[in-house]
T-cell receptor, first 111, second 115 residues
Framework: RKEVEQDPGPFNVPEGATVAFNCTYS??????FFWYRQDCRKEPKLLMS???SGNEDGRFTAQLNRASQYISLLIRDSKLSDSATYLC????????????FGGGTRLMVKP | DARVTQTPRHKVTEMGQEVTMRCQPI?????VFWYRQTMMQGLELLAY????????DSGMPKDRFSAEMPDATLATLKIQPSEPRDSAVYFC?????????????FGPGTRLTVT
């Protein structure tokens, strides 16, 4: 079993739809959680960190469920420009800044 | 606008040849990571350095891969000899070390094709 798992998708949604992705992690000692966005043939870029209390940034909401060991990303009112691959990343504190990434979930927003 | 730079951006080589990839981290970032990304395996950590010292290279095939950081402005990843299965995109990322929640900044990657 991989340490960090995601549904690869693709998720095909119409513009304006709400879409949610989950990411499960296996190490209960995981301390920090992130969502990265990767456009086709580009490098990953940080979308948002995930805090214990959940956090929101515009149309994007991230949640952490420690009991069930997953994080989620909700995108409301999806735009064509949201089409990308979304990678979750997990940091185990003892390992410093080292991140373990999930395989990514591909999102395609259609007109 | 500070960013991580990588060279070359693309490399096509024949099996058995040596490949060297270079990374210049963001000035002031003391932690550097090398990742490999393929469709099958996703983004895998190969090695990482803090203050130029290797901290973890357990993800790197030791027989053919080597990673070094000769100075604070240059990290290198070398494959010798290269094999077709090494074909992937290799990313370098840097971060200010010691902050668990700090953002990793990725370079644009080196797209390697080994024929």
């Amino acid at each position: 079993r991989k340490e960090v798992e995601q549904d690869p998708g693709p998720f095909n949604v119409p513009e304006g739809a709400t879409v949610a992705f989950n990411c499960t992690y296996s190490n209960s000692a995981s301390q920090s959680f992130f969502w990265y966005r990767q456009d086709c043939r580009k490098e990953p870029k940080l979308l948002m960190s995930v805090y214990s209390s959940g956090n929101e940034d515009g149309r994007f909401t991230a949640q952490l469920n420690r009991a069930s060991q997953y994080i989620s990303l909700l995108i409301r009112d999806s735009k064509l420009s949201d089409s990308a691959t979304y990678l979750c990343a997990v940091n185990i504190e003892r390992a410093g800044n080292m991140l373990t990434f999930g395989g990514g979930t591909r999102l395609m927003v259609k007109p | 606008d500070a960013r991580v730079t990588q060279t070359p951006r693309h490399k096509v080589t024949e099996m058995g040849q040596e490949v060297t990839m270079r990374c210049q981290p963001i000035l002031g970032h003391n932690t550097v990571f090398w990742y490999r990304q393929t469709m099958m395996q996703g983004l895998e950590l190969l090695a990482y350095f803090r203050n130029r010292a290797p901290l973890d290279d357990s993800g790197m095939p030791k027989d053919r891969f080597s990673a070094e950081m000769p100075d604070a402005t240059l990290a290198t990843l070398k494959i010798q000899p290269s094999e077709p299965r090494d074909s992937a995109v290799y990313f370098c990322a840097s971060v200010t070390g010691g902050l668990a929640g700090a953002e990793q900044y990725f370079g644009p990657g080196t797209r390697l094709t080994v024929t």
